[in-house]
């Protein structure tokens, strides 16, 4: 499975931005998709995620009600739409994908990755 991740950018804060990332390859087996950003000096930590097939979705508590997480299996790409975007949001974002269940929330259940995109937030 390939993943390519784009869609970063500069936001002031309270802005918006969104994200994308296109999977090919074998996307069969791809169960989840997930969005994880890495600050730096800090460990990569997981935003959201959503099943590649089916409408269930997961996100960590700081980014709900903020950001959504959406799928085009006809495109077989993943968004992340961040809304009211906040300083502490600037981070380098990857997608991910893998065999795994939808709670996965550690960077280890995925061994498929994106190369990343920055989103920096001004304030």
């Known amino acids: 499975v390939q993943l390519q991740a784009f869609g970063g950018g500069l936001v002031q804060a309270g802005g918006f931005l969104t994200l994308s990332c296109a999977a090919s390859?074998?996307?069969?087996?791809?169960?989840?998709m997930g969005w994880f950003c890495q600050a730096p000096e800090k460990e990569r930590e997981f935003v959201a995620a959503?099943?590649?097939?089916?409408?269930?979705?997961a996100y960590v508590d700081s980014v709900k009600g903020r950001f959504t997480v959406s799928r085009d299996n006809a495109k077989n790409t993943v968004y992340l739409q961040m809304n009211s975007l906040k300083p502490e949001d600037t981070a380098v974002y990857y997608c991910?994908?893998?065999?795994?269940?939808?709670?996965?929330?550690?960077?280890?259940?995925?061994?498929?990755w994106g190369q990343g995109t920055l989103v920096t937030v001004s304030s």
């Open positions: 991910a994908a893998d065999h795994t269940p939808i709670g996965s929330t550690s960077a280890l259940r995925y061994r498929y």
């Open positions: 390859g074998r996307t069969l087996s791809i169960d989840t």
């Open positions: 959503i099943s590649w097939r089916g409408s269930r979705t």
